[in-house]
């Protein structure tokens, strides 16, 4: 009787233990990649950085096919919303070059940077601080390069 009610008595066992100490482990793993390494978001801006370079270049494309060129870096992107100077306003189409006007703005609410060199154009991110140059995730993006 005494070994039944011993039984009866005693605590977790070292094997018991050590299960939940691998579960709350395999947890707060998890928990962590979550929160502090999230992989899926650097996928998601990569992938919003593509969808907006194809957006973009088709647009500059249709303006080349319609004006003989490319925006000049002072007209940029914002050419492809709205008429720039020296362009005949009705030959612009009242609703721009982008089927989406928001395209020309990167994951960071700041619009991507243009360049025009002598009919050579590069669309560029200018990284999560929005100024050029940086480093990580300041660092500039050439979208041409994607």
Do not use: H
Not at 31 to 57: H, M, S, T
Not at 60 to 81: V, Y
């Amino acid at each position: 009787m005494k070994i039944k009610e011993l039984r009866k008595k005693r605590g977790m066992t070292l094997i018991e233990l050590m299960v939940v100490i691998v579960i709350l482990g395999t947890l707060m793993t998890v928990l962590y990649i979550g929160v502090f390494q999230n992989p899926v978001a650097g996928q998601a801006d990569e992938f919003q950085l593509k969808r907006a370079k194809e957006q973009i270049e088709v647009g500059l494309f249709q303006f080349r096919q319609k004006f003989g060129r490319f925006p000049s870096t002072d007209e940029g992107l914002d050419a492809l919303i709205n008429c720039p100077p020296g362009i005949p306003q009705e030959k612009y189409p009242s609703t721009g070059l982008l089927l989406n006007k928001n395209a020309i703005i990167g994951p960071n609410q700041v619009p991507y940077y243009y360049i025009n060199e002598d009919g050579k154009y590069k669309i560029i991110y200018l990284g999560k601080d929005g100024q050029q140059g940086g480093e990580g995730e300041n660092a500039d993006i050439d979208l041409s390069e994607l």
